[in-house]
Every structure is written in structure tokens, then in C-alpha cells.
């Protein structure tokens, strides 16, 4: 194995420590919402600054592989996608965490109603980010498409969460802060998944050049 193919195992490896830690970002967030346990917002903002020094470490090294090894071909490529992955990856944590902080700020206060749809958008988003790292580990773009993929059952319960959300607004107006919250929380968790998606996207160019 060359010098290159090094470098790029290594990469692969704490991109992978990345997604990791944004899906267990993701579990803080259903603890602090689900389970208003408001100790896991604090847990999931330190978590997400582990990712924001990985993102820093990564794009350095990425740079510095890249002025170096002058790569072609499939390696350039490889680089770059996860280049412009890292900022998705970085974002969907972040994303969390807003969850996560709106949970804290949501236990003190009887739900509004049973998050039965967020819980499915957090349970797809953790496989999504699974399946996100089998893509980038098998380096395998039909993978990356069914990760894809999964981001369509996440918008359409984000869209019946918002009817949902509405209406109570609009048959008691008691309801319009708890009901404007938990509509940023279901926004926070369709975009998380929306940049997972991205980071998909990125795989799919690497292992075949095709924009999607």
C-alpha cells in the first residue's frame, strides 16, 4: 500500500469517527426531547464541538494530502467529495444540538402531544447515518442511494407534523408556544437528515462522477 492509499484509509476512518459522533449526537437529542432529560442537551453540545475539531482537523489534512500527494483521478475525487462532506456532516450535528436545546427548554412543560412522528424522524436519521457510513467504508454508491432514499419518509412526516402543529394552533392558541417550538424541532430534524442526504450525494460523485 502507497503512501496515498494510507492517507486515504486514515481519512476514511475519522470521517467515519464524524458521522459517529453526529449519530450519537442525534441520541442525545431523543433523550433531551423524548425523554426530558435535560442533561443530554449539554452532552450533545459537547459532543458536537468534538465534531467541529474533527471537521477542522479534516479539511487541513485533506489540503495538506492533497498539495503533497498531487493524487489523480479517483483519489482527487475521493478528496474533494469528502471536502465538501465535512460541512454537511458538521451542520447535521449542529442541527442536533438545536434539538436537543429545544428539548431542555421543552421538560419543564407537559408535551403538547406524543412525539411519535419525531421519534420515527430520529429512528430513520440514526439508520440513515448508519448506512451513510457503510457507503463510505464499502465505498459502495448503491448503498449511498438507499441512504438517500430515506430522507423521502423523513420530509413526509415532517409535513404531517406541521398540519398537525397547525391545527392545534388554530383550535386553541394556548397551544401557539409550545406548537411554534416543537415546529422548529421538526424543521431542526428534516434539515439534519437533508445534509445527511448531501453527504450521500458527495459519495455517489466519488464512486462514480455522477451528480445527483
Known sequence: ???????????VAEVVRMLSLVRESVGLARRALVDAEV??????????????DLQDHLERRI???IARRQPAAGDLRFLGAVYRALADIERAGDYAVHVARAGAELADRPPLKKYLD??????????????????????????????R???EEIDELYEQIQ???????IEDSNTIGAATKLLAVARYLER??????????????WRTAERV
Open 149 to 151: 432514499a430515506m430522507d
Open 163 to 169: 398540519r398537525e402543529l397547525i391545527t392545534y394552533m
Open 1 to 11: 500500500m502507497n503512501p496515498l492509499q494510507h492517507e486515504v484509509q486514515d481519512i
Open 63 to 65: 489540503l495538506i494530502v
Open 39 to 52: 442533561a443530554a442537551a449539554a452532552l450533545c453540545k459537547e459532543t458536537d464541538r468534538q465534531v467541529d
Open 118 to 147: 419525531m421519534q420515527r424522524i430520529l429512528d430513520i436519521s440514526e439508520r440513515m447515518i448508519e448506512r451513510t457510513v457503510d457507503a463510505l467504508v464499502e465505498s459502495d454508491a448503491d448503498i449511498a442511494r438507499e441512504a
Open 192 to 205: 439534519l437528515a437533508d445534509h445527511i442526504e448531501n453527504v450521500n450525494e458527495h459519495i455517489i460523485f
